[in-house]
Structure formats: C-alpha cells, structure tokens
Nanobody
Framework: VQLQASGGGLVQAGGSLRLSCVVS????????IAWFRQAPGGEREGVAC??????????YYLDSVKGRVTFSSDNAKNTVYLQMNSLKPEDTAIYYC????????????????????????WGKGTLVTVSS
C-alpha cells in the first residue's frame, strides 16, 4: 500500500489549501482513512478521520479545525482530500494521510484519530506553512 500526499505549501493566514492523498495497492474492500499532522516540536494529532471510505461513513474533526476543514474523497481516483480554509499559523505542520485497512460505520471515527485503531499505512507527508 502506498500513499502519496501533496498540496502543501506556504500560505498567509486566512488563506486556503487543498491537500490530496492518492492511495494505491489497497486490496481490502473497505478502509478507514485519516489525516494527521505534526507541528515542529509537537506531537502527532488526528485532524480528520473517516471510518468507512467505501460507504462514505462519518467523519471526525479535531476541535481546533472544525468548521474550517472538510474531508472528501473521489473513490474512482483513489484519492482523498482535505480542504482547509481560514488557515491559522497554528495549523503549520507536516500533514500525513494514513489508512487503516478495516473500516466500519459502526466504529467511531474519533477512535481512528485518537489512536485506538492504529493506522497501518502512512504517506510521507506534505508541509503546510501558514504565515501571520
């Protein structure tokens, strides 16, 4: 399984970015997909997690990004997106997409973000820098 994240860059506060993650080699029928981030000197945190990419499922968003971030997917392109608006300097981080091969609508998406269900596959990350 390979994940390739892209779309990061330098943006001014208040600006927008859309991150993309192409997933290849995933053979399971359904999976959970998530975006995590890690700021310099900080711990990794789950930004947006969806519990069932095949059926749409439900999404969890980190409190600090709610209302500013939207998770979406294009299953035909094996691609997931993270649309980020009204960016703040504290959003500066490396953003990673990750996959858990077992997705299920009965599982709370927050448990994927919180690490209860550990993500098996990770992309290399894309850097987002928000200037003030």
């Amino acid at each position: 399984v390979q994940l390739q994240a892209s779309g990061g860059g330098l943006v001014q506060a208040g600006g927008s970015l859309r991150l993309s993650c192409v997933v290849s080699g995933l053979t399971t029928g359904n999976s959970a997909i998530a975006w995590f981030r890690q700021a310099p000197g900080g711990e990794r945190e789950g930004v947006a997690c969806i519990n069932s990419i095949k059926t749409g499922g439900s999404a969890y968003y980190l409190d600090s990004v709610k209302g500013r971030v939207t998770f979406s997917s294009d299953n035909a392109k094996n691609t997931v997106y993270l649309q980020m608006n009204s960016l703040k300097p504290e959003d500066t981080a490396i953003y990673y997409c990750a996959v858990h091969p077992v997705g299920a609508t009965r599982r709370y998406p927050s448990l994927y973000c919180g690490g209860y269900y550990g993500m098996d596959y990770w992309g290399k990350g894309t850097l987002v820098t928000v200037s003030s």
